[in-house]
């Protein structure tokens, strides 16, 4: 399983940004994808996940309602959109994949991509 993060950048607060997930390596249709993000000095934190049928969608309170995490199935990628974005979501931001059915917030994925960094400016 290979998972490939992208679309990190530098943008004001208040602005937007949307990450991609490219997944490879197997069908993904019992999977939960995940997003996750490291600050420097802290802990690995839960950002949202999903189920790959998109059933299902989970977000950590600080996100909630600024991000939007989705699926496209016929490109095997995951998205994250951010918007309204705050100096306090700069971070690192990490994909990851799990096999389960059921969504999960702790770091218990089964595989990860590389992060792709996210610096909101004040």
């Known amino acids: 399983v290979q998972l490939q993060a992208s679309g990190g950048g530098l943008v004001q607060a208040g602005g937007s940004l949307r990450l991609s997930c490219a997944a490879s390596?197997?069908?993904?249709?019992?999977?939960?994808m995940g997003w996750f993000r490291q600050a420097p000095g802290k802990e690995r934190e839960f950002v949202a996940c999903?189920?790959?049928?998109?059933?299902?969608?989970y977000y950590a309170d600080s996100v909630k309602g600024r991000f939007t995490i989705s699926r496209d199935n016929a490109e095997n990628t995951v998205y994250l959109r951010m918007n309204s974005l705050k100096p306090d979501d700069t971070a690192v931001y990490y994909c990851?994949?799990?096999?389960?059915?059921?969504?999960?917030?702790?770091?218990?994925?089964?595989?990860w991509g590389q992060g792709t960094q996210v610096t909101v400016s004040s």
């Open positions: 999903m189920t790959w049928s998109g059933g299902t969608k």
């Open positions: 390596g197997r069908a993904f249709g019992s999977y939960v």
């Open positions: 990851a994949a799990k096999y389960t059915t059921a969504v999960i917030s702790t770091t218990q994925y089964d595989y």
